[in-house]
């Protein structure tokens, strides 16, 4: 598998597409017609091929223009990567894991040679050839967390385990949804959630913390979660909030298929070993309806997730203004037909829109 | 799905210590690498009795950035079930072995301005992996090791040897004792306080620090237990619709996985809280000996901690 | 004496007690304007403690100066700003051991700044003893340029950096010691909604 990678833009002229393939591959984040909070956790070891579950780490055609964006996001904004000085095993820990992941799942893209801490790490797709020394940050560019997720996709989130709790005490954040690490770094796992509506009064987060707390080396965990975001913009984050927010006022039942885009988190979790501290990869998709309609089980489902999502989650996700306008155009698209369980297009078994 | 992922090992070596204390060393059966870990980790390593499945916890007592072997130190306990005699007398070198990936329960706070350890005993070997990491990182520590006789000491000459400055040991049988007070009194703000040996010790530093004033969050302690064997007793269990027997010799955990009732589990060592089970209904007496519970669970009859409490009286039925 | 009782909210707001008595070794009292009355009102309950006592005291146009010192404190000091305290009160913290004792009365801002200075000395924040007097305007950050207002009364108010206009989250930041104020008007320049009293 060859990955084509796009020359495109998130921000400006909004040059982002996906391919046939990634719409195919898009992580729909709806496995029935309706949606509530829930810990909706599972297993991080792989899954369908060309999914973006299958690997640890999905690499996909937008890897060279995403970190393209990244690097204008902390060149206008370093706070985006913070790490508290306990934090730097962790960032060791963290390259370890994704040097490791990547030259293993993408052999053709990236290498990984070790001689003792001696380390040669060749990105293809970025054009890095790199030799340093494991553990001594005097041979890297900048601290090895910056250095490493500067080429991987998503954002990161280190957490410390400490005092029956998980602390944000390092990040690498420039594609998020709208939560400023600058703000929340140091905070713990209540806190950093804090202003989420509904889900602490329904004990979401003391079981998605202890099942976190519980996460152990060599097993992974996963879930999606989502939001929606008016034109591909990556970095919708609270600190440029004052430029992008006119954005969402700019839809038109003209244009709203293209600019309108769901948005998924792919989270994942992983144990760090040699600091015990746990990372939360999230990665982030980005699909416009009018591609999203492409699946008529999404379609279908969309228009009525959208449709009977309470109005505190439509408010925290920011489009109860939109929200009208989005079911004027989904409800085309919905012809009332039954969808299958799972997140899957099931494209040959489920039936065409009749209408 | 229960405990942490497993590894087949091969015993490479087995090094008596002591009168009491023995050490294992394992690694790769595949020849590869192992996990590395941080310092305080454990492994839980399975034991193949005639008919009986052990699963124990042991303390990871190598350099953690060491990825060819794991070692270990088992103390016999003559008292016991029988896993640590199983360890002494059965495991040779050459055996192969499954043991757990490694489990964190009593790491390091990384952003201690200094961690002061205090060790009872066997409750040395998790400050041995976790002194090897912090020499790593110039990290700043001091150790205080109680144990019974210079021939009981295990390590104690190797790390007198190696770190004379930061080591003081301390002979019961030359009536040493470590001077808390004294000790906790000057640390500068930002210590944090490790403690790992027997229950009596490990209540006396949370207390002698706690009246110091120390915070609790600054105070970090680790004891596995070991199940107790005890009478014979009848446990229903509910979602299973199964009745069981749990016998003399075996934990309610291990009855339940012996009748392959998906109950899951960690550390077998009443300290990480997987195996919390809720009961449904009671007669009789709670034998409860975890770390996880506190008083008023252990009084209030809700609750029970399968790898290492036990049950006495007429009925039991629990939420498995 | 003033105490309000603030509205409950979100799990990320600061939550304020009444100063207990702990056991250490020595006490530390930073606390700003009627503060004051919190050490006095604790002193009157154990005025043993005074003689292991340390107490910072920033006066913001009040003066309790003469009632505190006739604690007898270990140390006194009087200051009128908290930045003028500050470098006394890192200098403390650098020295102090384990068993210290930190207590912190006054308002959000103060106790908020103090307490940073103490987590970053290595107390645990949960061990740090607080309590709510005097004013309840807030310290803000702006998210957007990260400069700081202090003594925030009304919502939304005008960055006193950036002149965006922000309303007032109760989200809080101990790293920070601020509250978080996010633009107002982002989706509809201009439309901003009449200024009222945070707590009205």
Known sequence: MTIQFNNESFRDDYSFYNSERAIKRFPFPFHEDSYMYSVNMEQHRGGPVDSVYEMRFDVDEHYVSEMRDRAMVLADDPL???????????????????????????????????????????????????????????????GPMEYITRQAQGDFAVLDQRDDNLWMDAGMVTTQADWSLDF??????????????????????????????????????????????VNPLLDTSPENYHKWGIQKTELTPQNIGAKQHLRVELQTFFRLPRSNALVFPIRCYLCSFQDLMGVPKWGRRLHRVIRDLPEELATYKGFIDNRPMMLDYLKDFDDGLPTSPGIWPELDTEPPLTR | M???????????????????????RFERADGGLLPTFSGGAHTVVEMHDGGITRLNPYSLMSDPMDQ?????????????????????????????????????????????????????????????????????????????????????????????????????????????????????????????????????????????AAAEGWPREAIHYEEFLAPQPGKPFEV?????????????????????????????????????????????????????????????????????????????????VLDR | MSTFAFPPSIKSRPVYGTLEPQAGAAHMFIVDGEGANAVLDLAQRA????????????????????????????????????????????????????????????????????????????????????????????????????????????????????????????????RIAAFQGVCIDAEDPGNVPVQKGIYE
């Open chain 1, 184 to 229: 929340d770094i140091g905070m713990n796992f209540f806190e950093w959630h804090a202003p989420v509506p509904l889900a602490h009064e329904k004990g979401i987060f003391v079981r998605a913390l202890k099942f976190l707390m519980n996460i152990q080396q060599g097993a992974p965990a996963r879930r999606l979660n989502w939001t929606m975001t």
């Open chain 3, 47 to 174: 005025p043993s403690m005074m003689q292991l006592a340390h107490i910072v005291y920033i006066t913001r146009g009040t003066d309790f100066a003469a009632a505190l010192k006739a604690l007898n404190p270990a140390q006194f000091y009087q200051g009128p700003t908290y930045g003028a305290a500050l470098p006394r009160i890192r200098r403390s913290l650098a020295d102090a051991k384990m068993g210290l004792q930190v207590y912190l009365a006054g308002t959000e801002g103060l106790m908020g700044q103090a307490m940073n200075e103490a987590v970053i000395a290595g107390i645990p924040h949960t061990a740090i003893q607080t309590e709510h007097r005097g004013a309840t305007a807030r310290r803000m950050q702006c998210v957007h340029c990260k400069g700081i207002t202090e003594d925030v009364e009304t919502d939304p108010f005008v960055c006193s950096h950036c002149g965006l206009n922000l309303f007032v989250r109760d989200h809080y930041s101990r």
């Open chain 2, 236 to 316: 229903k269990l509910a979602i299973s619709n199964k009745t069981i027997e749990v016998g003399e010799n075996e934990s309610l955990l291990e009855a339940m996985e012996r009748e392959n009732v998906d109950a899951p589990y960690l550390c077998r060592g009443g300290a990480c809280g997987q195996c919390e089970t809720r009961v449904i209904d009671y007669a009789g007496n709670f034998i409860h000996r975890d770390h996880w519970l506190d008083d008023a669970e252990h009084a209030g009859g809700e609750k029970i901690m399968p790898c290492v409490s036990r049950f006495e009286g007429k009925t039991l």
């Open chain 2, 2 to 24: 229960s405990g942490a992922e497993k590894i087949t090992v091969k015993v490479t070596e087995v090094v008596p210590l002591n009168e009491l204390v023995t050490r294992f």
């Open chain 1, 80 to 142: 985006r990567c913070q790490s508290l000085p306990h934090m730097t095993l962790a960032g060791w820990d963290l390259l370890e894991l994704i040097m490791v992941s990547k030259s293993e799942d993408y052999p053709d893209l990236f290498e990984l040679h070790r001689d003792g801490n001696k380390w040669r790490w060749i990105n293809k797709p970025l054009g890095i050839d790199h030799s340093f020394t494991f553990l001594d940050e005097a041979t890297l560019p900048c």
């Open chain 2, 68 to 208: 060819t072997a794991y070692t270990i130190s088992v103390r016999r306990d003559d008292e016991g079930r029988g896993g640590s005699l199983f360890m002494h007398q059965q495991v040779k070198a050459g055996d192969e072995m499954v043991i757990s990936f490694p489990v964190n329960l009593f790491s390091l706070d990384l952003r201690a301005k200094k961690h002061l350890f205090l060790a009872g005993g066997i409750g040395i070997t998790p400050f041995l992996a976790q002194i090897k990491q912090l020499q790593r990182f110039n990290g700043n520590w001091e150790l205080h090791y109680a144990c019974r006789s210079a021939a009981l000491g295990s390590y104690a000459d190797e790390l007198t040897d190696h770190y004379p400055n930061e080591t003081h040991v301390y002979y019961d049988d030359e009536k040493q004792t470590i001077d808390l007070v004294n000790l906790l009194d000057g640390q500068p703000l930002g210590t944090h306080v490790y403690v790992c040996g027997p229950k009596g010790m490990i209540d006396w530093v949370r207390k002698t």
